[in-house]
């Protein structure tokens, strides 16, 4: 009797389990190997850099990692992310009170214009102003005027939060939004002013949203390679490209990783945060403070922030354009075809970006496994590390492994783009498939459509606006990228960002003007999808 319980309970265990396997999904078998050698090939050359690094000596490590030099750099580089941060914070913060929490004249106008510098890339504000303010710059040779210097940490500290701030003025306005503003009536009722009313309802309300911006902030500012470049800063960024040109990789590589462990402690911290939660319940719209005479001051803070981070670059470029004076450099002038290299450069980035995001964002889209979330993260990498260390472990991988095409082609400079930027594509796709209605496919199914057919018909069309979405931002962001551009860029393709840096190099400005301008009127396309996308109107 029990040897035919043992054998009925082993045919029952036999029959669970081959029904499990006929559960398997073949697909997504595939699409897990599939989405893992992505996620592989997009970490791999992360190696090279620490290989490169590793091959140095100890003792010569040792005296490079803790020369006099590198602790410049690294004091300069946490200056200029500590001063960036707290100084977006100071503007920020008000900025987003302003336009949510008062009767300040047509908010949604002010809001818009608060947020619009994001779009401008930071060199691009960095090369207007050091040809205006900078040494031997227009304000000294035209009217002889001595003005504190645009230049070094100070200058960049400066450039980088007129141009970042938005990330933590984009971030608080959301966290006041949100929240239920009846309870700083409540604190009013409880004779409290309404210092005391921010400071002990509010500010704990919206520090998530104010810490979620600031570190974005400080990511972007320890990151930043054009704005330290253009004033002379000696940070991370700039100085690894400098060893980069001058042939010192070894340095180049001990420094990269060096700024690889201060973002990831940045990463550390955000992730923290991020666990904070916003308990306010709800959204409920409570009283709001009158400015009355206070007004005319907030709506004059509010155009000077946007007069000097977009109309003062702008006119300048513009009066760039008509000049002419001076000895012609003939390699600077602008040609169509930088323009029209840029725009492929980035629409293979784009394609590719959207290729590889595909089978990444569908598997973790429809799983929510382990495995999943590991290869979605990985491919987030790309993001959190700053270009100039992209561009140089893409350096070494080239030199080392492929050197045919190492400045010969655009494949390595287009898989840069895509390591770069991949998860705005994979964020944007996961997100549209996450939409798609499993009963929708259950459907399709049931009417014998295969399931290449179902993925064909049904859930590809309904993915698709995910994908354009996702093909924009990366376009748009890898118009504006300029270190991995100057590092992996064919011998003798120019792009509008490199004209840029050329024209600086030279000193002569004025060649950047177009070039610029172009870079301009592509980012506020940006600004343009966000405005689409959340409804924004002049009411």
Known sequence: MKQEFHTADASRHSTTVKHRLREVDPWLVVLALLSTVLAVLIVSPMYWLVWQAWTVEPSRAYDLMFSSQTAWITINSLVLMLSVTVLSIILGVPLAMLTTRTDLPYPRFWTIVAALPL???SYIGAIAFVSMFGSGGEIDSVFGMTLPRIHGVSGAIFIITLYTYPYVFLTTRAALISMDSTLVDAAHS???GPFNAFRRVTLPIIRPGIAAGALLTALYAISDFGTPAFMQARVFTSRIYGEFSGFAVEYAALLALQLVAIVAVILVIEAGIGRDENTSG???QGSTIRLGYWKWPAMGFISTIGIVTLVV????FLSWVHRSEGDRIPALEFHPEFAVNSVILAL?????ACAIALPVAYYSGRTN???SRVI??????GFAV???VIGLALVFLGLRTVPSLYRTGVWLLVFGYVIRFLPQAVGTVRASVLQVDEETIEAARSLNAGRFETFQRVTLPLIAPGMVAGAVLVFLTTMKELPMTLMLRPIGMETLVIKVWQAHEALAYRYAAIPALLLVIISGMTMLIILRRENFDFG
């Open 119 to 121: 779009v401008i890339p």
């Open 190 to 192: 409880l004779n409290h």
């Open 376 to 381: 979605e993260r990985a491919t987030y990498i």
């Open 282 to 284: 709800g959204g409920s």
């Open 386 to 388: 700053p270009g100039v």
């Open 369 to 371: 496994s382990l495995m």
């Open 313 to 316: 670059p702008v006119a300048i």
């Open 348 to 352: 293979l980035a784009a394609l590719m």
